[in-house]
């Protein structure tokens, strides 16, 4: 079958009334969880996993995806209005989303998140229907050393780009990875930093610590000054829409993103996360005033959002192609697949066709969608942030505490999400960058594990990194970032003894 009969297909199953309830059901669900911080789209389709029993593996899949890439939508709402990222890539949104609404700037904000988020999702849908036999070779090509280079690389990247003292980035990445160290080893099983705590067992819980730092921080921080308020007034159309000069700022960031979203989407084990912090950082790289990003660039909300959502869509890539989900979310979307009898892999296109096009014209509806819902509700989001502090940071704790708590049903999560709390506050009166330490905590285990496989294969020798093609380009890469960091900083320190 031919791409455009693929298409055609696709396109005249999903909108089979049927279909399109559940495909509406599920970017409804979606966004709703990604609004309420903490819950996140696995939560939602863990949920919803024994409904799929009921209906046939066609609907089911549509839903499911509708859940995921909608949470991907509603989880910038919180992280711009209130600084509470249920993941870690609505964390790398916050950090230019949230100054923005300070200042007053909550609409175009909003605005750019939610057209970025569907632009991206449309380039991902064209790069998974032209490129998606292609994506699956590259990922079938990439071995345990690629993978480890490469999530170094992205380290190296996020904290040196841009940064007037990558020092103090590169602190927080190590800190993160010594965080994820913790917990269960999984080669050995041995038990590592847990100080005998049984609750650690599993590691740290990774949305306690985001909504620790960003969320509990924030309400710490804004304690000091509870009259302070984002908007005043009345909120009108011209004030929710963002100016010219927004819209060419968006531009070149929402394409940059999108590509960057469709190729490490398709990967195992990167998606969305590492997308969002390497379109952040890249987009501080090439700016022609990097000290704007972390205050309010409309640019660092547009290129993570293209980027998240854009991999949202050809992660399902290698999960459909290949049979290998790229993240846990994924690895669900397989488990209601095979509960259904159907086998996921390079024959799935020609055995379940109806499938395979029907999921990729339901992204395009879906999509569609949630922009055409999105966009009304922006003056409703806004108006919350009319609310005094002093009202609304008790709503925002209980929030986080049910949020923390829904995940793993230990009261130890909400101790751990008040202590991580406070040590954010710390750090952020010391400036040092929160979403560093949440990425090292994010990709360290996965280092970790593909580094270990690699040199288990090897048998030890470390010039694995070096013989294969791939990973030398990375480790190349990594060694001209650390130089062009040093060579930065001496000359910052010249320049400064000199004026």
Known sequence: MGTWDGLLTGLSFALQPGVL???????????????LPGIGAMAAISLLLPITYYISAEAAL?????????????????????????????AVTALDGYPMARAGRAGPALFAAMA??????????????????????????????????????????????????????????VLGMLLGCIGT????????????????LDGVNLVALAMGLFGVAEVIGNVRDPERQAVAGRIGFRQMTPTRDDLRRMVSPVLRGSGLGSFFGALPGTGSTLSSFLSYALERRVARRPDRFGQGAIEGVAGPE???????????????????????????MLGALVIHGVQPGPMMLDARPEMFWGLVASFGIGNLLLLILNLPLIGIWVSLLRIPFRWLYPAILIFICMGVYSVRGLTFDIVAVAVIGLAGYL????????????????????????????????RG???????RPISAGFVVAIAGLLILSAVQVIRRRRDRHQG
């Open 21 to 35: 309830i559940y495909c509406v059901l599920g970017v409804l669900l979606g966004t709703f969880v990604g609004v």
């Open 62 to 90: 549509i839903m499911l995806a509708g859940v995921y890439y909608g949470a991907q939508y509603g989880g910038a709402v919180a992280s711009i209005l209130m600084r509470l990222p249920g993941t870690p890539q609505s």
């Open 116 to 173: 970025s988020s569907f632009a991206g999702s449309i380039i991902g849908i064209v790069v998974l229907v032209m490129l998606a036999g292609w994506l699956s070779r590259v990922a079938v090509s990439f071995g345990a050393a690629d993978y480890a280079a490469m999530m170094v690389l992205g380290l190296v990247a996020a904290s040196t780009i841009g940064s007037a003292k990558p020092a103090k980035g590169f602190a927080m990445i």
């Open 185 to 200: 080893d999984v080669n050995s099983g041995a038990m590592r930093f847990t100080f005998g705590q049984t609750e650690l």
């Open 306 to 332: 293209a980027a998240n959502n854009s991999a949202a869509i050809t992660a399902f890539v290698p999960t459909l192609t290949l049979g290998i989900p790229g993240d846990p979310i994924m690895a669900l």
């Open 427 to 458: 750090l952020a009166l010391a400036r040092f960058s929160p979403a560093l330490l949440l990425l090292g905590f994010v990709l360290g285990p996965l280092i970790e594990t593909n580094m270990r496989r690699a040199l288990l294969i090897s």
């Open 461 to 467: 020798d470390p010039m694995v990194f070096l013989e």
